[in-house]
């Protein structure tokens, strides 16, 4: 979809930690991706952008087409992985008998319908989908959950599709800082508990809830402090929410925190929590919590609890209601010792997320 370096999200997370770690497996890899001339200063020697951001979608359709023939006639190419569907569709006659692997980071027209888009613009975004999907020799899925998705809404067969999920630097969330003195960089409050949500502002991933459980969290946890950092088309909406319940100093909205702050951010707080309600088929933001040793809940939707229920499976929630995320972060909160210890949750990313396993399970696919 874009450059992470300019337009943050899991998606393009996932993209650019793949460009970095499979040539660490040994395997040469070309990047493709739409972005801004600043962007393209500071990207890897192995990304090349085809076209603006800013311009038309026929305009960066003609781009991508061009610059995936221009690669494939210049020289060796054993596969061709695309991760969005809308770019992977003007090259689909170029490949020929090259395989083609498609990563599938969730239901596009269904995603667009959950924040309220509808008419030709979904029909239109559906039909993309399926000639995608149905060309790709293997699709990559980040959990079962979105397997089955594939599965039943395309009509993938099973045997095409491989789960494998995100990955995370798990060394760059290895700090030496404590919780104490990351609160202290970050001019966070040293004396209450804190909870942290790192989420994009969209309807589907349940922060509308999230606000209203911290009700009744502050009920049971009195000085508890709710932390959303994210940015997205609901931020005002949270912000009325907020106002209008008197949560003021019990819930504060940070905006965009840069990437670079987000290890020191979780090492910060008491706890983390992805609210989602909807279409969630991995929730990088687990892991990332898990690898800077803090603990996560999550709610039961979509690939959540395939991602945290091997840890401890009481960080799955019974449901995603604001009166059970309430409950679970009081209970959390005021108990401490019966979360997952830091050390055990950044010893299971690192076995189990860091891009090196990650990268060799994906290179596995790739060469089948």
């Not at 979780?266 to 088929?281: H, I, K, N, T, Y």
């Amino acid at each position: 979809m874009g450059w992470f370096g300019e337009e943050p999200g899991g998606l393009n997370r996932m993209y650019a930690g793949l460009l970095g770690s499979l040539p660490k497996q040994g395997v040469a890899v070309r990047g493709l991706v739409a972005g801004s001339a600043a962007a393209e200063q500071g990207a890897p020697q192995n990304l090349s952008f085809f076209e603006r951001r800013e311009a038309s979608v026929l305009g960066r359709l003609r781009g991508c087409r061009r610059a995936v023939s221009h690669a494939l006639e210049a020289g060796d190419v054993d596969v061709v992985a695309a991760h969005f569907s809308l770019y992977a569709l003007p090259i689909l006659d170029l490949l020929r008998e090259r395989p083609f692997v498609f990563h599938f980071h969730g239901p596009w027209a269904s995603e667009s319908r959950s924040e309220q888009e509808r008419g030709a613009g979904i029909v239109t975004k559906r039909a993309i989908e399926a000639l995608v999907y149905r060309r790709a020799d293997r699709l990559i899925v980040l959990s079962s959950a979105f397997a089955q998705v594939l599965e039943r809404q395309f009509g993938i067969a099973p045997e095409r599709i491989h789960v494998i999920p995100g990955g995370v630097e798990a060394a760059r969330y290895r700090l030496a800082e404590s919780r104490a003195a990351a609160r202290a960089k970050l001019g966070l409050p040293a004396d209450r508990p804190l909870v942290v949500a790192v989420r994009r502002l969209v309807r589907r991933v349940g922060l509308e809830g999230l606000v209203n459980a911290m009700d009744e969290v502050r009920k049971a946890v009195p000085d508890a402090l709710l932390l959303i950092a994210g940015r997205g088309e609901m931020a005002q909406e949270l912000a009325q929410r907020i106002e209008a319940r008197g949560l003021t100093r019990h819930v504060r909205l940070l905006g965009f925190v840069a990437d670079d702050d987000l290890p020191l951010l979780f090492r910060a707080c008491d706890l983390s929590v992805v609210p989602s309600v909807a279409l969630e088929g991995f929730g990088l933001s687990t892991i990332e919590s898990l690898a800077a040793g803090t603990p996560v809940l999550v709610t039961p939707v979509g690939g959540l609890p395939e991602t945290v229920a091997p840890l401890d499976p009481s960080l799955v929630l019974p449901e995603a209601s604001p009166g059970c995320l309430a409950s679970g972060i009081s209970d959390a909160l005021r108990n401490p010792d019966a979360l997952p210890s830091a050390h055990a949750c950044a010893r299971y990313v690192r076995e189990n997320f860091d891009w090196p396993v990650v990268a060799a399970r994906v290179l596995a696919v790739y060469g089948h």
